[in-house]
């Protein structure tokens, strides 16, 4: 009997290591900074990125098991990824890229902070810091801020209450003059319907930074989403519309969700895209939100001979029998779910995965349309409200000159890749 | 009849044994519900973004950042040295300072090599031979304590302004960064 004993004992003591190396075998350590300066000519302008760092490692990783830090910088397309020493797991990396641009009136605008958005302000620079493993892929993304023109994204509120306020968050990106940006709420459409930012009362303010903005619905709109809320600057008498939104006014009995933003974006492991999204109340407090639901709408391709499914490719798509192939595909979440740490605020994330990948490669290309919405008991008898525009999401396989494969998946701006495929 | 009944305990205890195993080693309903095109969770991958939440980089790692991106490597070119000049001026140290500072932030670098090095040659000897991970505890807090001991440094030697408006300088730099937590 203790025979059988030790066999279970040791058996348990198995499954456990392999859980243990199935599960998380490498927790990373990273960070990533970016640098911008001017030389003392004020001619010459230098950015830098670079990332430095280590794992911690659970027991059981290949001797031969390498990390290859990569440090990416590019300006207006030209540049790529500088890659440093390729050393053990548990080692620490470090990589460095820099680049130097002309300091004059065309960049100075996005570089410290010019004064024409109209003409300047149009170089981008995008970075990352990335880890590569070779047994797990990529552990790190870490890329810095980008720099473009001046602009302004508002969050979502479809519906402001009549006689009651809501919430829209003006995310401000790339202002670093700072340029005056003047909100102007307006009756595009329609005979009635009328809304004012609270605090002034009126139907114009300015901001310069990211703000939530209080709107205070005074009149019903006639028609759905005819409220329009505009964000333009004028520099030297010209005036540039840099982002604009609608929504409708209507009297709302209970709470519904409002100020729908995207918070995070994350690049996972396996070409795996996350997105995270938060939203409020209209009552100000979320947990009158019991009666709601926020969820997606994602609309595939149509293909006639499979009605309601859409099923990838493949080659170069597997399609494993446990993957979700609806068309539409819907999901929700209660709108009273709260997101951990560092969030810790009403949210869900959202993945966008794929089925696997299935050789011999062959290329596809493919957009799939997405809209988050809210449905409340209490509004509209439960219909779907759509808290965002249309996002497209477009997932391709291509083949890259070296013969080798990719698959890139890119959603509102943000991508991520598995290059070469396995 | 008393043998029976222990060697019916030790079945039960194995048949408990390996209910155990068997419900340890079985995923959650939210792991074993098919994979979506689009899932949605609450448990998203951590990466700090400082342009977003400042206050959640600790000043360690914004110092050892700062430190590591601010000096540059014995033996350095001009041009590195240039541009070393031109961060530092960004600090708004006092002009008479600079030169200070950059002493400060090269030495910092000199025995931050040293322990990088030093830390994966341990931890490469020991992946090849054991493949096992080496702790970095230790080389954590060396490095923590050399970014203090420079800080320290910076401190007794910064005139009062000059302090300030590095400090502010790096905390500003907060914004620049991203971490994995």
Redesign the interface.
């Known amino acids: 009997?203790k025979t059988?004993?030790s066999y279970?004992v040791g058996?348990?003591l198995c499954?456990?290591a392999t859980?243990t190396a199935r599960g998380q075998i490498m927790t990373?350590?990273?960070?990533?900074?970016?640098?911008q300066?001017?030389?003392?000519t004020g001619t010459v302008g230098?950015i830098?990125v670079?990332i430095?760092?280590?794992?911690?490692?659970?027991?059981?990783?290949?001797?031969s098991?390498r990390h290859t830090p990569g440090a990416l910088l590019t300006i207006d397309g030209v540049g790529g990824y500088v890659y440093g020493t390729p050393?053990?797991?548990?080692?620490?990396v470090?990589a460095?890229k820099?680049m130097t641009v002309p300091f004059d009136d065309q960049y100075d605008s996005c570089f410290l902070g010019g004064d024409d958005p109209t003409t300047g302000c149009y170089f981008a620079v995008n970075t990352n810091?990335q880890v590569l493993c070779t047994i797990a892929g990529n552990l790190?993304?870490?890329?810095?801020?980008d720099y473009h023109s001046v602009a302004v994204s508002f969050s979502g509120t479809p519906v402001v209450p009549v006689q009651a306020t809501a919430t829209i968050t003006a995310t401000v990106t790339n202002n670093p003059v700072p340029l005056t940006i003047t909100l102007t709420i307006a009756t595009a459409t329609g005979t009635t319907g009328s809304a004012v930012f609270l605090g002034n009362n009126q139907n114009t303010m300015t901001i310069t930074k990211t703000t939530p903005l209080l709107i205070q619905g005074t009149k019903a709109s006639s028609v759905p989403g005819n409220i329009s809320l505009t964000a333009k600057v004028t520099v030297d008498s010209h005036v540039t519309t840099i982002g604009s939104t609608s929504f409708t006014v209507a009297a709302v009995t209970g709470a519904i969700p409002t100020n729908f933003i995207q918070?995070?974006v994350?690049q996972?492991s396996n070409g795996v895209l996350?997105f995270?999204y938060e939203w409020d109340s209209s009552t100000g407090h979320t947990s009158d939100l019991a009666g709601c639901s926020v969820?997606?709408i994602?609309n595939?391709p149509v293909q006639s001979q499979n009605p309601g499914f859409y099923y990838w490719k493949s080659p170069p798509y597997q399609l494993?029998v446990?993957?979700?192939?609806r068309n539409p595909?819907t999901?929700?979440?209660p709108a009273t779910?709260?997101?951990?740490a560092?969030?810790n605020h009403t949210?869900?994330?959202?993945?966008?995965?794929n089925?696997g990948f299935l050789s011999p490669y062959k290329a596809d290309n493919f957009v799939?349309s997405?809209d988050y919405g809210f449905q409340c008991s209490n509004y509209k008898n439960n219909t779907f409200t759509n808290l965002s525009v249309p996002i497209i999401?477009q997932r391709a396989v291509t083949q890259n000159s070296n013969a080798t494969w990719m698959y890139m998946v890119t959603k509102s701006g943000s991508s991520n890749s598995v290059n070469p495929l396995p | 009849m008393i043998r029976y009944a222990v060697?019916r305990s030790?079945v039960i205890f194995?048949a408990v044994?390996?209910t155990f195993?068997a419900l340890?080693?079985t995923p959650g309903k939210s792991a074993s519900a098919?994979?979506?095109?689009?899932?949605?969770?609450?448990?998203?991958?951590?990466?700090?973004?400082g342009?977003?939440?400042p206050e959640?980089i600790s000043d360690s790692?914004a110092y050892?950042?700062?430190f590591?991106?601010?000096s540059v490597l014995a033996g350095a070119g001009q041009k590195e040295l240039?541009?070393q000049?031109?961060?530092i001026?960004?600090t708004r140290v006092s002009g008479s300072e600079n030169a200070f500072v950059a002493m400060t932030l090269n030495d910092f670098r000199v025995q931050y090599e040293e322990l990088?090095a030093d830390?994966?040659a341990k931890?490469?000897e020991?992946?090849?031979?054991t493949?096992?991970?080496?702790?970095?505890t230790e080389?954590v807090k060396s490095r923590d304590a050399l970014v203090l001991a420079t800080r320290n440094k910076l401190r007794d030697g910064l005139g009062t302004v000059s302090l300030a408006n590095l400090e502010g300088r790096v905390q500003a730099?907060k914004?620049?960064?991203?971490?994995?937590?």
Not at chain 1, 37 to 40: E, G, K, R
Not at chain 1, 322 to 325: H, L, N, P
Not at chain 2, 126 to 129: A, K, N
């Open positions: 009997m059988y004993l279970f058996l348990l499954l456990c859980a990373p350590h990273y960070a990533t900074a970016l640098t300066t001017i030389d003392s230098t830098t670079t430095s760092g280590y794992a911690t490692v659970a027991p059981g990783v290949p001797p098991t050393v053990c797991a548990s080692c620490n470090y460095t820099s810091g790190f993304n870490g890329g810095t801020n918070v995070g994350t996972l996350q995270v969820g997606e994602v595939y494993p446990e993957f979700d192939f595909f999901s929700s979440i779910n709260v997101l951990v560092p969030f949210g869900f994330a959202d993945n966008q995965n089925p799939a997405q999401i | 060697i030790y194995l044994l390996v195993i340890a080693l098919s994979q979506k095109q689009d899932d949605m969770a609450n448990m998203p991958t951590e990466v700090i973004d342009a977003k939440n959640l790692d050892h950042m700062f590591l991106t601010h240039n541009e000049q031109n961060l001026r960004q990088v830390y994966n931890a490469t020991r992946q090849t031979t493949g096992l991970g080496y702790d970095p080389f730099f914004s620049n960064m991203k971490i994995s937590r």
